[in-house]
């Protein structure tokens, strides 16, 4: 049956009745999906188990071609938040690694099979390694008491790796959380600026992660007058811990799909053994087509930060034309899969479809 999606994906004729009836054998990866920017204020998500960590990647060439009020998410009451697509076109940005979490690079089109909600795509635009689009990324730093312990480690790594990440035509902004959130350096390419923003940042309090997710995607990427030309990407430094927030999990989760937003996650607990925070930070990032990191001593954290960097310059791009596509607000999943078996496809679940004109 994969074939026959497959053909659709060439302009050759084919019928797939349900992505569940796709081979056992080739399930060995997850896709990653961006959409080109939908009006948003839809309901519905998808969420699904989140691999294991990844070791260290290294980059290796393949062998063969083969809205709610401020501070209440969720809210009956919650204002509208709308952003302009082109209805009808879709944008991936995803991962390939092999199993060893090695970045696999110099793949083709031919070499992938895709389903969107269930059906192979009408068309497909265009495909692209987009080693150097744009990057507009946000440093989310968990400021709560629970880390004061840690705090500098995740202020040098955030540094660090804004350094050594800025592009000539990149942006970055950061942030604080613990109850509320705390934006010290908006969007720029001054690292400088940057540094001062993370210095000024101070631990103390509660702390309402699920919240600072949902208000940082809705208020700082949602609203960028950029949706289809850039890659939005948000670091989490925190212990995954969640005391005081008003929105849920899943909220925070289909706000940063809504936003096309890719998170990845660096853990600062480095006891021997997970706690529930790590499997909040696995279960966000992979619903958004990111990574969570969990290093064995703080020190460590800046191993996370690099892992980052690298991804972001080592990921394609596949546009193409939904089948049977509708404009009624509702979540539309995403099946992206490698033919080679030795290679795995990481992304998030899908995207929201706009809502019809009003």
């Not at 009808?88 to 389903?115: A, C, S, W």
């Not at 969107?116 to 987009?130: I, K, S, W």
């Amino acid at each position: 049956m994969l074939v026959t999606a497959i053909n659709r994906i060439h302009g050759k004729p084919g019928l797939l009745t349900s992505a569940l009836l796709l081979p056992v054998a080739l399930l060995s990866i997850a896709f990653a999906a961006a959409p080109v920017y939908a009006q948003t204020q839809a309901a519905g998500s998808a969420t699904a188990a989140p691999p294991p960590p990844q070791p260290s990647p290294t980059v290796q060439q393949p062998t063969a071609s083969p809205a709610a009020p401020q501070g209440q998410p969720g809210s009956q009451n919650e204002p509208i938040t709308t952003i302009q697509v082109q209805v009808n076109e879709v944008n991936l940005i995803f991962t390939v690694t092999d199993k060893k979490g090695r970045f696999i690079t110099g793949l083709q089109r031919q070499n992938f099979g895709l389903l969107d909600d269930g059906r192979p795509p009408e068309a497909v635009l265009g495909f692209t390694q987009q080693t150097n689009l744009p990057l507009r990324v946000g440093i989310m730093l968990d400021t709560s008491s629970s880390i004061r312990q840690r705090f500098q480690f995740e202020q040098d790594s955030a540094i660090e790796f804004l350094l050594q990440v800025l592009h000539l035509n990149d942006r970055a902004f950061v942030e604080g959380f613990d109850i509320a959130t705390d934006v010290s350096q908006g969007f720029t390419n001054n690292v400088d600026q940057l540094n001062q923003g993370i210095r000024k940042l101070r631990p103390g309090g509660g702390t309402a992660l699920y919240d600072a997710l949902y208000k940082t995607c809705r208020d700082q990427m949602l609203s960028l007058p950029e949706p289809g030309s850039v890659r939005r990407a948000l670091i989490l430094v925190s212990d995954g811990d969640d005391n005081y927030s008003r929105a849920q999990e899943s909220d925070a989760i289909k706000m940063c799909q809504r936003a096309n937003t890719i998170v990845y996650a660096i853990s600062t607990n480095v006891s021997p053994s997970r706690d529930k925070g790590d499997d909040v930070l696995k279960a966000i990032s992979e619903a958004t087509g990111g990574q969570a990191f969990y290093p064995t001593k703080i020190e460590d954290v800046a191993i996370g930060f690099r892992n980052i960097e690298q991804e972001l310059r080592s990921q394609y791009s596949l546009v193409y034309r939904p089948a049977d596509f509708k404009q009624d607000g509702a979540f539309r999943t995403i099946y992206l899969q490698a033919l080679d078996p030795r290679y795995h496809v990481r992304a998030q679940k899908g995207y929201f479809a706009p809502k019809p004109p009003q």
